[in-house]
Nanobody
Framework: QGQLVESGGGLVQPGGSLRLSCAAP????????MGWFRQAPGKQRELVAR???????VYVDSVKGRFTISRDSAKNTVYLQMNSLKSEDTAVYYC?????????WGQGTQVTVSS
């Protein structure tokens, strides 16, 4: 806890875009699988997207074609570009890192999609 720092959440209208950022210590970022999870009220936390150090990515079906995860090694930062947002994307989004099967989490950032 406390090593992953997220930013970029907020209120956006349906169809709009947001970009989330997550900064990590370089010692972690260089070797970690990075990802974004989300948790909506009354629901379990779910994986949204994940990116490996080599650039391989996976996405939950509901965001494919709309969200893009990327990582910038020069800035030790992972991004989640979210386009064509829908009301069902409303949730708290959490940055995640995995190193040797050990998970670390950011504090979470609220994304609200509403008109």
């Amino acid at each position: 806890q406390g090593q992953l720092v997220e930013s970029g959440g907020g209120l956006v209208q349906p169809g709009g875009s947001l970009r989330l950022s997550c900064a990590a210590p370089g010692s972690i970022f260089r070797i970690a699988v990075m990802g974004w999870f989300r948790q909506a009220p009354g629901k379990q936390r779910e994986l949204v997207a994940r990116i490996w150090t080599g650039g391989r990515t996976v996405y939950v079906d509901s965001v494919k074609g709309r969200f893009t995860i990327s990582r910038d090694s020069a800035k030790n930062t992972v991004y989640l570009q979210m386009n064509s947002l829908k009301s069902e994307d409303t949730a708290v989004y959490y940055c995640n890192s995995v190193v040797n099967d050990i998970n670390s989490w950011g504090q979470g950032t609220q994304v609200t999609v509403s008109s």
